[in-house]
């Protein structure tokens, strides 16, 4: 039978077979054994009408636990935020709309301009002179973060602090098996990074001091010791920070820090069970030739116009394959145009409000939790999110709050074995108080 959207017919067929040399199509398969093919006939459903198809697709997504039905208080690195309604218009535009690199500057002047102000307003958030424009996640960001530094200063250990996302560090396990990168984890202590612990492990073999602020139990680590320890060996300051943070907290280039990692999805991006997002990567002026993935900077032309081009070309896989700083191609320019559209229409003040709101309501809820006996984890100074113990597992926890239409927090177990009835709670500028009233007393039978 014909296929209704690929016609072949049998001398189609035949031609095919001709050209490449086998005389059936069971010829073409022979490396595969009988005993692995399929026999007979694919049992599939009668095919469905676009309106009959879109209704069971829906029933089937009407199933998701997700944040518009039920009361979410589950962060971890992907968060429940306010997204202006333009993002979603700006970026469906054609112009933008494509996997498109922007090579050819004389006909991608808007996009070029989109990514060049993502990469300036990344770079006032975090306080450092260059960001590039845009990396896969948080995570690749972080491990290539580790790269740069190993290669920058020729030393092939790292100093990762047991306070950073467990999948970032995951990733950096990956990226540093294949480069032949140690990776010592720094204990923590109370929820921060332990600086007594970190004295002992630096060594002059250690080519950067990685951490995260606020880290992933919530806590703001003390950047400014850290950062004293770290340049104190010679060895690089790497901070990994949730950019929304930083429109509330003193920024890590004022710190000292000399590469600033992390993930924009707090900016017009859907949680969207985890991905894709869109990572930055920001540094100081001296690192800016290192820098992984692309650089838009801006020029201009002969007639004195002003004008935006992809700039440093020469450390880029498509100039010189070999010595490439990355090997990164379309990249996440489409997220990061997102995050773009979405700190633009918020503006300084805005995200700054969203911040400040972000930290008060998440100390709102752990006062009211607390008041209601539940024990608070690592007291101390926190942005959005911040940790309680329970008397039962988290999961079980999570499944009854389920059935109350709340999305519980974060299972600190599944990482950490001395986090056994831990979550992670995140309370995000979406949470009302009604919402945190409701959540309080639902989880306080369980403290």
Do not use: W
């Amino acid at each position: 039978m014909n296929h209704r959207y690929l016609p072949m017919t049998e001398q189609d067929k035949k031609e095919m077979l001709d050209v490449i040399g086998v005389k059936t199509v069971d010829e073409l398969f022979s490396d595969i054994p009988e005993k692995v093919r399929f026999q007979g006939e694919l049992k599939i459903k009668q095919a469905k009408s676009e309106t009959a198809l879109t209704r069971e697709l829906m029933l089937m997504a009407g199933k998701n636990a997700d944040t518009k039905q039920y009361i979410s208080f589950l962060g971890a690195g992907v968060y429940d935020h306010f997204s202006p309604t333009i993002v979603d218009h700006v970026i469906s535009r054609s112009e933008f709309y494509t996997a498109y690199t922007p090579y050819q500057p004389e006909i991608s002047q808007g996009e070029l301009q989109a990514i060049f102000e993502y990469q300036t307003m990344i770079s006032e958030l975090t306080g450092m002179e260059v960001a590039n424009s845009s990396m896969y996640d948080g995570g690749t960001s972080f491990a290539e973060a580790a790269m740069l530094a190993a290669g920058q200063t020729r030393r092939k250990k790292v100093l990762v602090s047991e306070a950073v996302n467990p999948e970032s560090r995951a990733v950096l396990a990956t990226y540093a098996a294949g480069q032949q990168v140690e990776v010592v984890t720094i204990p923590q202590k109370n929820g921060v990074t332990d600086t007594d612990a970190l004295k002992e492990l630096l060594t002059t073999d250690v080519a950067a001091v990685m951490v995260q602020y606020p880290n992933f139990f919530g806590q703001i680590e003390r950047l400014d010791k850290i950062q004293e320890l770290t340049h104190g060996s010679k060895s690089m300051f790497v901070v990994s920070s949730n950019p929304l943070s930083l429109g509330a907290l003193t920024p890590p280039g004022q710190f000292g820090a000399d590469i600033v990692v992390g993930d924009a999805q707090p900016f017009g991006l859907p949680q969207a069970f985890g991905g894709p997002h869109c990572g930055y990567f920001a540094v100081t002026k001296k690192l800016m030739r290192k820098v992984p993935g692309r650089l838009v900077g801006e020029t201009t032309d002969d007639e004195g116009q002003r004008g935006y081009v992809l700039t440093l070309q020469a450390r880029e896989q498509h100039i010189r394959r070999d010595k490439a700083t990355s090997n990164i191609c379309s990249n996440q320019a489409l997220n990061a145009l997102a995050a773009s559209v979405a700190m633009t229409a918020l503006g300084k003040n805005g995200i700054q409000e969203i911040a400040a709101q972000n930290f008060q309501k998440s100390h709102y809820a752990k006062q009211q939790l607390k008041s209601a006996g539940v024990l608070i984890v690592d007291e101390g100074y926190t942005f959005n999110e911040f940790v309680i113990q329970l008397n039962r597992p988290v999961k079980e926890v999570n499944q009854l709050l389920l059935q109350k239409g709340i999305i519980g927090g974060y299972d600190l177990g599944r990482d950490f074995q001395d986090r056994e009835n831990q979550m992670l709670i995140a309370v995000t500028e979406q949470r009302t108080k009604e919402d945190i009233d409701i959540f309080v007393k639902e989880l306080s039978v369980y403290a």
